[in-house]
């Protein structure tokens, strides 16, 4: 039987799409596997992102433009990849940025330094750089796990401060617990995924998951 009812991406709830393409969906099972080795798992991240940025940015605007082609000229549709903004979560986050950037190059980067205080899981920020202008931009806040949601939470309530044009979330895993704190606090956001897992223990980790992305993707551990 065939798990994946869909092979489109599936809003799961009011917010919420689950990028069920069966290559992501492929993929994300082997990054699951506690064997996978770091350069496999940072690899495999690296290829879902730019799946997932395909999707999420499904609704850009374009805008036409005049072009020569070698037999005449025409008005074609362009990106605008500068009013694009990737935010990431750090440090995790960071093991989307690249597959991002490499299918959006022309997109501009922000960083939010956020850890979670091992007692209250509460989000605590260290770090915060944006590029300017930031009313005039989309934003795609990215971090790997939506866990507790406190630290989406907190960095969209910081970036909203910035008035950016609008803000989505993009996750690749995450559970009924992240989802309902995180429209708890912003129902604005649409967030995407590519899988919701079963809940949160009580560390705050995703069941089953795949442990402490940071760590899986940067060979803390
Ligand atoms: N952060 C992680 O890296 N993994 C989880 O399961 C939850 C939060």
Redesign the pocket.
Known sequence: MNPQPTANPSVASTGVTVITHPLVQHKLTLMRRKDASTSTFRTLLNEVSMLMAYEVTRDMPVQLVDIDTPLEAMQAPMIDGKKLVFVSILR?GNGILEGMLSVVPGARVGHIGLY?DPQTLQAVEYYFKMPQDMQARDVLVV??????GNSAAAAITRLKQLKPRSIKFVCL?T?PE?IAALQKAHPDVPIFTAAI?RQ??E?????P????????IFGTQ
């Open positions: 995790a979670r971090d790997p796990m939506l866990a507790t895993l559970c992240g897992d949160l223990n560390h705050g980790y995703i069941l998951g795949l442990g402490d992305a940071g760590d899986r």
